[in-house]
């Protein structure tokens, strides 16, 4: 999730563990500084952008080293504080604050490899968007509440219906992907029982809330995108489909590079060729079609081999997908967003 968000369930907790243990605005400090230590790993530079990217929440977000520094981190708290009759206390306080990031970030899309040194997966269920103002609102009020004074329920409030919304957000993705099972595209549908199928269903939900999901399935020569709001006034997929050039992946899958992304996205990429002269590979997972936020130029010499480092491509701004955004969520219309600027653009002609 967002750093507002860390900081804002690490205050939220802190305060629910020591209550009035101590001062209440020295728990919420206490909460939001450590809260924000997981994701300081973004300082370390790994060399290239694919890199800086897979490798980000790794270690530093791992619950069994997270674990392991909980004790040094609250110890290191009393000796501020000069209050060591409380370690017990602020151990819980100072461990739960550290593993509660990196499991709200699993529930995103990204990827969390919070399992190691055991294993490497990257972990990440998309039923919450990174930024989600009904998640992180409520942490904030609740805190804000008991630091002005009120009473310590405020914050357990806050604590409790930002954790129902996330809940509710892990339901309506279960919802939304057997309706996405049952009405595949036509072209995959008979592919799906087939022997030896990659096809590969995605459902994720979309920015700022968990109403609106994009539906993405994935298979050797073609990728769809489908959306469904909890809003819909019928429960119909407008699948539209992408090409994803076959041969031109055979040709690739094995460059570094390549390898990389694709694992870490569990194959939801797609490789293109700009030119002669580069190649791109997406991250179909984060974005929407035609925009996607870790797009990656792979550069090509005269022999056509990959050389040089991969250079990340800026996700293109649009006002009108804010729109989209709005009107889709509400179930005012059927449009995709490319078939939404593709009309906007015609309409402006």
Do not use: C
């Amino acid at each position: 999730m967002d750093s507002l968000s860390q900081i804002a369930l690490g205050a939220a907790v802190s305060v629910a563990v020591f209550r009035r243990k101590q001062p209440v605005w020295q728990s919420a400090l206490l909460g939001a500084v450590v809260g924000t230590l997981p994701d300081l790993d973004v300082l370390i530079s790994h060399g290239d952008p694919i890199s800086d990217m897979t490798y980000h929440r790794t270690e530093s977000h791992a619950l069994f080293y997270l674990t392991l520094i909980s004790p040094l981190l609250a110890w290191l708290w009393l000796k501020i504080g000069r209050r060591p009759g409380l370690f017990k206390t602020s151990l819980l306080a100072v461990w739960l604050v550290l593993v509660t990031h990196p499991l709200l970030d699993m529930l995103t899309i990204y990827g969390t490899q919070l399992g190691l040194p055991f294993t490497d997966y990257p972990y990440g269920t998309g039923s919450v968007f990174v930024i989600d103002p009904l998640y992180t609102v409520p942490l904030l009020i609740g805190t804000t509440l008991v630091l002005a004074g009120r009473s310590l329920r405020w914050n357990s409030v806050g604590l409790l219906l930002s954790t129902a919304y996330l809940g509710f957000g892990l339901l309506a993705q279960q919802q939304v992907t057997a309706l996405a099972q049952s009405q595949l595209p036509s072209q995959i549908h008979s592919l799906s029982a087939a022997a030896g199928s990659n096809t590969k269903l995605l459902v994720t939900a979309t920015p700022f809330n968990t109403l609106l999901w994009r539906l993405l399935v994935v298979e050797e020569g073609q990728y769809f995108e489908g959306y469904y709001s909890l809003l819909d006034k019928t429960q119909t997929i407008h699948w539209q489909a992408y090409p994803r050039d076959a041969a031109l992946w055979q040709q690739w899958q094995q460059q570094p590079a390549v390898v990389r992304l694709h694992w870490f996205s569990h194959g939801f990429v797609t490789l293109t060729k700009q030119s002669d002269q580069a190649l791109v590979l997406t991250d179909l997972r984060m974005g929407m079609e035609p925009g996607y936020s870790f797009r990656f130029l792979l550069p090509l010499d005269a022999q056509q081999q990959v050389r040089g480092l991969p250079e990340q491509l800026e996700m293109p701004r649009d006002d009108r997908a804010f729109r989209w955004l709005y009107q889709r969520a509400l179930g005012n219309t059927d449009l995709s967003l490319a078939q939404y600027l593709q009309q906007s653009a015609t309409a402006g002609r």
